[in-house]
């Protein structure tokens, strides 16, 4: 579905990512993993078109989106949740949600399927984003991308600084969305919460692929993970 | 109640209480109330930029010159009816936003501020330097005969109070309205977090864009509505001085909420000419004022009032 093939970019005249293939496919959990600043997270945003494409191709079912401007890429389907989940913090999670669902004139269905998945932010629609937890502006900013009735939503580390059964929460929504038949990237830092969910795992260094592997083989030969994360 | 219904009950209840003020407060103080008024009116056009979408401008004075130039010289120099001037006013600040939006939002942050600055800086020069036209600093003072509308003579103290009323009431409404609007929620989106909006899917720039010629057009506005009801067009209200008065009532009224630009402007007004009753230091007090409201109000009056008392306040 969304096939990343040799992309380069970075930040400026800055380059960190010199050649990354990968490929997400419809009811599949690709993880990216990677030491700090090995270019996960800028993996992330040059898909969003957050940040200059130099070299290279994405494509989301044939459709080249690395040309596209940044406010184009999630009209095609693709939700983002960026890492410190970024909300709108003045606005309540009504508005929030709303926010999501105007780009793409999602309606009233959407919104209900969304709050359905996540029965605290319903309790809280009037609540100013700024006021709520943790763990509820993280619920909130999935929500946010949910609302774009994606088929591809990348994730970048959704549980971090968060509560276990917070962790176990987002975890369940992800699963759901792949058993929906999302594609989902996900970035994580916690590799027993990814090894439990991911099909694929693609090891990013130093801005390129390392390896990509299947989880399975991952979980029950760990020796990898070792020489790439040194965990 | 509903914050919606709540918030409408406000705005029509501070438009009464405007209304009321006519019939009780002296000559003096209507007088002062009309002026007020349209002054709040440029300082919503300013608001809408700066306190919704998060741009901030130091160049607002073209817009508001725009419009009263653009009025104020095709009815007095051009003797056009007051009418066709009117829209020549509109027309003219429109293009102007048009044109400083374009080239201004290839800016960001400081560097947008010295731009939008520099432009107005170069319209102030302009109206100097056409003198012969515009009669620089002097000015111009606009015929009472030019100043009637739809045969009410707006330089009557009565007729220019409603007027101002009418103008700054259909302004505060529509501005409660769009605020409350996608349109609005998305400008705010952009303040909060321009890229999160644009990984949203919301073009912000566009937004932007419309945001400062809505913006600009309403500043223009304001300025024509200052020359029409007030007969007076002159190169200070295109100096920097009226580019930093909408940012000081903005910010001491609220900036980001829709009776803030009112309140700020009263509160300025009042404060520099009781002072100035009572010393020729006014501007002193004034600034002692504004540290100690930044102090202890730094979100401004109603932006303190939405924070304590009334969180629905849009």
Redesign the interface.
């Known amino acids: 579905m969304l096939r990343i093939e040799d992309i380069h970019s970075g930040y400026g005249s800055v380059k960190v990512l010199f050649g990354i293939n990968l490929e997400a496919r419809p009811g599949e959990i690709l993880c990216l993993l990677g030491r700090n600043g090995a270019g996960k997270t800028t993996v992330m945003k040059t898909i969003?078109g957050?940040l200059p494409l130099t070299q290279g191709r994405i494509t989301l079912a044939d459709t080249d989106i690395g040309a596209l401007?940044?406010?184009?890429?999630?009209?095609h389907r693709i939700g983002?949740v960026?890492q410190g989940r970024?909300?709108?913090?003045?606005?309540t999670v009504a508005?929030n949600i709303?926010?999501?669902l105007?780009?793409?004139n999602s309606g009233k269905g959407t919104r209900e399927k969304v709050l359905d998945m996540f029965p605290r932010l319903r309790e809280r629609l009037?609540q100013?984003a700024s006021t709520l937890s943790g763990g509820e502006q993280q619920m909130l900013a999935i929500a946010?991308?949910l609302c774009?009735e994606p088929k591809v939503l990348l994730l970048d580390e959704p549980t971090e600084g968060l509560q276990p059964s917070m962790v176990d929460l987002i975890r369940n929504v992800i699963v759901q969305m792949k058993a929906e038949g999302l594609a989902v990237i996900l970035v994580e830092q916690r590799v027993d919460a990814v090894l439990s969910v991911a099909d694929q795992v693609a090891f990013i260094e130093n801005g390129r692929n390392a390896e990509t592997l299947s989880a399975a083989s991952l979980r029950s030969d760990p020796a990898k993970l070792h020489h790439y994360l040194g965990v | 109640m509903t914050g919606k219904s709540k918030s409408y009950a406000l705005h029509l209840c501070l438009i009464a209480l405007l209304a009321a003020a006519f019939f009780i407060l002296p000559q003096y103080h209507v007088g002062v109330l009309s002026r007020v008024m349209v002054l709040a009116v440029y300082a919503m056009g300013y608001n809408m930029l700066f306190g919704y979408t998060g741009l901030l401008s130091l160049g607002h004075a073209l817009f508001f010159a725009a419009g009263m130039y653009g009025f104020g010289l095709s009815v007095q120099q051009g003797g056009l009816p007051t009418g066709l001037a009117l829209l020549i006013g509109l027309a003219t600040a429109f293009t102007v936003s048009l044109v400083v939006g374009f080239l201004a939002l290839r800016t960001k942050e400081v560097a947008f501020m010295i731009v939008t600055l520099m432009f107005a800086q170069a319209g102030y020069l302009t109206v100097l330097y056409f003198g012969s036209i515009t009669r620089g600093d002097e000015g111009f003072v606009i015929n009472t005969a030019k100043r009637a509308l739809f045969g009410v003579d707006l330089s009557d103290e009565t007729a220019r109070f409603w007027a101002a009323l009418l103008l700054f009431s259909v302004t505060l409404l529509a501005m409660a309205a769009l605020v409350k609007s996608s349109f609005g929620r998305a400008l705010i989106a952009v303040r909060e977090n321009e890229e999160r909006a644009m990984m949203l899917g919301y073009d912000t720039h566009r937004l932007k864009y419309v945001a400062v010629l809505l913006s600009g057009t309403l500043a223009g506005i304001g300025g024509m509505a200052y020359a029409l009801l007030f007969g007076y067009v002159g190169a200070t209200f295109a100096s920097v001085q009226y580019s930093i008065f909408p940012l000081l009532w903005v910010l001491l009224g609220g900036a980001g909420t829709t009776i803030g630009p009112l309140l700020g402007v009263l509160f300025m007004y009042y404060l520099i000419d009781i002072s100035s009753s009572f010393t020729d230091a006014y501007m002193l007090v004034a600034g002692v004022a504004l540290l100690i409201l930044c102090l202890f109000a730094p979100q401004g009056l109603a932006g303190e009032l939405r924070k304590r008392v009334f969180p629905w306040l849009p």
């Open positions: 969003m957050l401007p940044a406010h184009e890429v999630p009209r983002y960026p970024r909300l709108f913090p003045e606005l508005e709303e926010m999501g105007m780009p793409c009037s100013q946010r991308a774009l």
